[in-house]
């Protein structure tokens, strides 16, 4: 089994920047992508990042080109997510996922995920 376990939420204002974390443990078989999605209050859950095992691969959604940064430290098996120029619609829980077997656009994809972890909120005040 996989656990894998986000920190770095909380509150802050509209221009302001949070540093997510998601440490995994547990069986951890390389190589596995990782990414980051987030889920805001009656809407669905909905792709923000992810970045193939070496790093040498990122991918953000629309909303958070050019203000989101993906990275990874397969030596703590970890993956960050820096978020600078938070907007108010960036609130959400943000969830870590964990990917075995990545093809095509697979990492865009919730339901290719092998394990999630429970989430960290994230709350941009206006």
């Known amino acids: 089994q996989v656990q894998l376990v986000e920190s770095g939420g909380g509150l802050v204002q509209a221009g302001g920047s949070l540093r997510l974390s998601c440490a995994a443990s547990?069986?951890?078989?390389?190589?596995?992508?990782m990414a980051w999605f987030r889920q805001a209050p009656g809407k669905e859950r909905e792709f923000v990042s992810a970045?193939?095992?070496?790093?040498?691969?990122?991918y953000y959604g629309d909303s958070v080109k050019g203000r989101f940064t993906i990275s990874r430290d397969n030596a703590k098996n970890t993956v960050y997510l820096q978020m600078n120029s938070l907007k108010p619609e960036d609130t959400a829980v943000y969830y870590c996922?964990?990917?075995?077997?990545?093809?095509?656009?697979?990492?865009?994809?919730?339901?290719?995920?092998?394990?999630w972890g429970q989430g960290t909120q994230v709350t941009v005040s206006s």
């Open positions: 996922g964990l990917q075995y077997e990545t093809y095509g656009d697979s990492v865009y994809s919730l339901s290719r995920y092998d394990y």
């Open positions: 970045i193939n095992y070496s790093g040498g691969a990122t």
């Open positions: 547990g069986r951890t078989f390389s190589p596995y992508a």
